[in-house]
């Protein structure tokens, strides 16, 4: 079966986590938790909140190992993205980022790649598709 995407990109808080403290399983999106441990893609993660406490953090939360890599700061979430492509030989047109933000959505534009709007109904208004599940991506 052809995927849509080479490699898919998943923002960490809004789209794998709910920003609720302290972080312990059930700040895990339930729709992201089963697409994350069924999907047959490349998957990584690209934040902007700093890399070692992001690598820790989703590794006390047993999901790190699902990840190829996760990317955080102190580079911006567009050098990140664009830092996949390019160690990885992607074409930014079969990349995907997932992310909930109006800042995702400018990242990756500025890296030339796809983007899906999840987990913020705001989204839904700009020009980028929105999926309401990871099913939607389905249909891509």
């Known amino acids: 079966m052809r995927h849509a995407f080479d490699a898919i990109i998943l923002d960490c808080y809004g789209v ?4 609720q403290f302290p972080l312990t399983p059930n700040c895990l999106i339930q729709d992201t938790l089963t697409f994350i441990t069924t999907c047959d893609l490349p998957l990584y993660v690209a934040s902007s909140a700093e890399t070692t406490g992001l690598k820790k ?3 006390s939360l ?5 990840f190829k890599e ?3 700061g102190p580079l911006s979430k ?3 993205i ?10 930014p047109d079969r990349v995907v980022l997932i992310g909930d933000s109006g800042s995702d959505w400018d990242a990756a534009k500025e890296s030339g790649i796809q983007f ?3 987990n ?3 989204l839904s208004q700009i020009e980028a598709p929105y999926i309401r599940s990871f099913s939607d991506l389905k249909n891509d």
């Not at 664009?82 to 074409?91: G, N, P, Q, S």
Request: glycine share 8%.
């Open 16 to 19: 794998i986590l709910t920003p």
């Open 57 to 59: 953090m989703l590794a």
């Open 62 to 66: 047993e999901i790190a190992h699902y």
């Open 70 to 72: 996760i990317y955080g």
């Open 78 to 80: 567009a050098d990140n």
């Open 82 to 91: 664009t830092t996949i492509i390019l160690e990885h030989d992607y074409a």
């Open 116 to 118: 899906r709007g999840y």
């Open 120 to 122: 913020n109904l705001g």
